[in-house]
């Protein structure tokens, strides 16, 4: 069974005609699946194959130790959403609802390179003098 | 992406049950920067980044 319906396959496809560069999601698993691992891993490769320059990798949280390093995954499921470098964008869990929205967006704005912020927001973060680790919350809607 | 210092996650809190719990998440979407709340709900751009500008540079 297909996480993405058809009619929303067609919707993501459009979307993702607007992708520029090649986006890469990495997602970390492991062979005793966790709670929405199979599923998420399920879901990350139906939207790779919606274009030809979404890529996965995926690892196993418990063997791949570099992998996980690299990308400071604590948790899993999890998926990482990276361009031409990784910005810090983590999804924790399986993105459904509202939140498959938001993974497609996150892809489309890191294959174009812009944030899409406010300029008074570039020059306020531009002045950031700590690392800080964003967490948002959700729930399945 | 516009900050190298900034790492973002999406957290589902039914999965991770612990963490709803640290962080006392009782509606969502909640926003916890540096393990301090930062927004209850969808603020919009600027007072998001205001409250964050706030718990990242003291006076």
């Not at chain 1, 939207?47 to 948790?75: C, G, H, N, P, Q």
């Not at chain 2, 991770?16 to 919009?44: C, S, W």
């Amino acid at each position: 069974m297909a996480f993405i319906q058809d009619k929303d396959r067609t919707v993501v496809q459009t979307r993702f005609e607007e992708l520029d560069q090649p986006v890469k999601l990495i997602n970390f698993t492991q062979d005793v699946e966790c709670m929405y691992c199979r599923e998420t891993r399920q879901l990350m490769e139906e939207i790779t194959e919606l274009s030809d320059k979404i890529t996965l990798e995926e690892y196993d949280f418990v063997a791949d130790k570099d992998a996980v390093k690299r990308y400071s995954i604590d948790k899993i499921p999890a998926t990482v959403v990276e361009g031409d470098k990784d910005y810090g964008i983590r999804f924790f869990g399986i993105p459904t609802g509202y939140e498959f929205g938001t993974l497609i967006e996150d892809i489309i704005m890191v294959s174009k390179g812009d944030s899409g912020l406010e300029p008074e927001t570039r020059l306020a973060l531009a002045t950031l003098n700590e690392p800080v680790h964003l967490q948002v919350f959700v729930t399945p809607t | 992406m516009e900050s190298d210092r900034i790492v973002a996650d999406m957290v589902e809190a039914t999965e991770f049950p612990h963490l709803a719990q640290r962080y006392g998440i009782m509606g969502v979407p909640k926003t916890v920067a540096n393990e301090i709340g930062l927004a209850d709900g969808a603020l919009p751009e600027a007072a998001l980044i205001a409250n964050l500008m706030a718990l990242t540079d003291p006076g």
